[in-house]
């Protein structure tokens, strides 16, 4: 054994025995982490661009700031990014795709008319990964989304040219789950809104429900596809009114047995959406998450290691909601290497899970049920630098991915031979 991974074992027994002194088994809590998944976003490796090659600004409210090299340009260029970031991280993940990620054989297929043929060969190479899928209608970046309304249009025409998308993707993503062999989360966002004062607050809503309900109106086996909704506080140019507020669609999935998408980065800037899980779960059988990191707005950075990081992954285990959370990645940034973004946000979701796994959640509970919070705050800080770090080294060691920065050198050589020659 090399003197490194000698040390690194040797750390690894010692962090065991750390961890077991506070009552801690850290082989169970590897053997839960190895079997969550992370729905990483497509969207990431080129800007939310999509292959429909239309010239359309992405709009709805969305803005990706930066110009790094080597953005892919084609869904085969974007696999293999792919390719490179899952081989840097710990796991069997998932893929989050996006409608407008399509593959038409350069034939211009609208939105409405779209088929699983469509992303067949991204289920083929989700299969041959043993990945699932999770699959997202697209309502911007078109010219029928251009005014920033979509569901909730007036036009009758073009309201129902976005419902039928949305029928349409309910259906792509039955085909996926069907064909991957577990539920597919298809998950409904949309932009609509108003940049200033509004008269009329109801009629959108209403719109926005009964688009919905038409919609969902066939019944689809939930082992092959699952829907979601994400609500959203505001955006660039709806500033004032968000017709799928937070309460509209909590509303909606409660009375209609729908999941609720919680992202990170709709909310206030103090709210965070770790206090709603178990809120929410107890209306709710499950829930997609959309992890981000907003800084003073929905900024979709890339995740890291933050306190709200933590408190979410803490949320998730010690309500014992693994079963019923599904979590999935949603930023993006391109001032920074894209393929490297993916890997930094994953390993943070996992560092996250992990160190959530780690805590001694029943002395916790029994320091609190005792009323003993001196206890429960000394014990809260000096879990933090137990040495999860040799923990999470093993974990990547067995799992044969990169141990610590090395996962970079990957990505530098992968910017040489490859990125920087996409120009
Ligand atoms: C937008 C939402 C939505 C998008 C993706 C691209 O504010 O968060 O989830 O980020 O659909
Ligand atoms: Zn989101």
Known sequence: MAESSKQMEQAFSWAQE??????????????????VPISLHCWQGDDVGGFEKS?????????????????????????????????????????????CYAETGGRRVERNELQPAHFQRWIDWAKAKKMGMDFNPTYFAHPKAADGLTLTHQDEGIRR????????????????????????????????????????????RERLKRSLDEMFAEPLDPAHNLDAIEAKLFGIGSETYVAGSHEFYLGYAVQNGKLLCLDAGHFHPTETIADKISAVLLYLDEILLHVSRGIRWD????????????????????????????????YFDASINRVAAWVIGTRA?????????????????????????????????????????????????????????????????????????RR
């Not at 750390?18 to 079997?35: F, H, K, M, Q």
């Not at 069907?178 to 509004?198: E, F, H, R, S, Y």
Request: charged share 25%; aromatic share 6%.
């Open 18 to 35: 750390r961890y077991a002194a506070v009552g801690v088994d850290v082989d169970a809590a590897l053997r839960v982490l190895s079997r």
């Open 55 to 99: 010239g359309e600004e992405l709009g709805g409210g969305l803005a990706v700031t930066g110009n790094y090299l080597g953005k892919a340009r084609t869904a085969d260029e974007l696999r293999a990014d792919l390719d490179l970031a899952l081989s840097l991280i710990p796991g069997t993940h998932r893929l989050n795709l996006h409608a």
């Open 161 to 204: 040219f976005w419902v039928e998308h949305g029928i349409a993707c309910r259906k792509i993503g039955a085909a996926i789950g069907q064909a991957l062999g577990a539920p597919c989360v298809t998950n409904v966002w949309i932009p609509d809104g108003m940049k200033d004062v509004t008269v009329d607050r109801k009629s959108p």
């Open 299 to 330: 900024s979709d950075h890339v995740v890291i290691l933050s306190d709200d990081l933590r408190a979410i992954a803490q949320e998730v285990v010690r309500g014992g909601y693994l079963p019923r959370v599904h979590i999935g990645l949603d």
């Open 349 to 421: 979701m996992l560092q996250a899970l992990l160190g959530a796994l780690l805590e001694p959640i029943d002395r916790l509970r029994q320091l609190e049920q005792s009323g003993d919070y001196t206890a429960r705050l000394a014990t809260f800080e000096e879990i933090k630098t137990l040495p999860q770090g040799a923990v999470w080294d093993h974990y990547c060691a067995t799992a044969g991915v990169p141990v610590g920065l090395a996962w970079l050198d990957g990505v530098r050589k992968y910017e040489t031979d490859v990125l920087a020659r």
